[in-house]
């Protein structure tokens, strides 16, 4: 198994990306954790993880407060010891016209996308750099975070923040043995892209933008996660890799 007793904290863990990111590890022999702001759907993907055999560890948390998220991973040094691998999935959007978009609503992606981003890696890079043994950190980005989509201005400013704020990290944290590389999903399947699927027209439209013709998979992203959690990835780091079916190679 290729994460074999590794642990991993996956922010943003109970469901559609995130959630599949901890099957896959915890498939593949990793202790995760998993935590979010919504106990009930934590708790039902920690049973699902549970019954295949697997070791997990629920937190209910928000990682844009500095003081939940020193707990969270607290409770994984307690809990094992020790943090490998962290996966910062936990992210929101809502889509709104730039010229729409209001100062709480800019500020509740910040808080959340990048913010939460910076304080969670910069906990788990400090637990890192005691441990002496490196990691792997994994920043959920976008593809949004390197072509502008339009109503997602604030979204956008956040995923592109991510993939900096990734290859910064990389820069330092390489002297540590530290890998850190941004994740950049395209049109997936989750309850946010959800309606659009389930409307035959628009979605037939919209797969018109994506080379591979179809919708990707939860779990197309969590094989891209694992390959980068693992030893696969040892000489990668401060990069940004697209998974998205050719969508951002398309002209028109």
């Known amino acids: ?148 989509e339009a109503d997602q201005a604030h979204y956008n400013a956040t995923k592109g923040g991510i993939n900096l704020l990734a290859m910064s990290m990389a820069l330092e944290l390489a002297p540590y043995d530290i890998r850190v590389n941004a994740l950049c999903p395209g049109f997936i399947e989750t309850r946010l892209t959800k309606p659009l699927i389930d409307n035959p027209p628009a979605i037939a439209n919209y797969l018109k933008t994506i080379p591979m013709k179809r919708v990707g998979q939860p779990e197309d992203i969590a094989a891209a996660a694992l390959f980068m959690a693992s030893d696969d990835s040892s000489y990668m780091t401060g990069h940004c890799m697209v998974v998205d079916g050719g969508q951002l190679i398309k002209l028109a």
């Open 1 to 148: 198994m290729r994460l074999n007793n590794k642990v991993a904290l996956i922010t943003g863990g109970s469901q559609g990306i995130g959630r599949a990111i901890a099957v896959r590890f915890a498939s593949e022999g990793a202790m995760v954790a998993i935590s979010g702001r919504g106990i009930e759907a934590l708790n039902e993907t920690a049973a699902f993880i549970t019954a295949q055999g697997g070791q997990v560890l629920v937190i209910e948390g928000d990682v844009q407060y500095k003081e939940q998220v020193e707990q969270m991973v607290d409770r994984v040094i307690s809990q094992w010891g020790r943090i490998d691998i962290l996966v910062n999935n936990a992210g929101v959007n809502h889509p709104a016209a730039f010229l729409e978009i209001t100062v709480e609503d800019w500020d509740w992606h910040m808080n959340i996308n990048l913010k939460g981003t910076f304080l969670v890696s910069q906990r788990v890079s400090l637990e890192m750099v005691k441990q002496k043994q490196g990691g792997s950190i994994i920043q959920m980005s976008s593809v949004n975070g390197l072509a502008a």
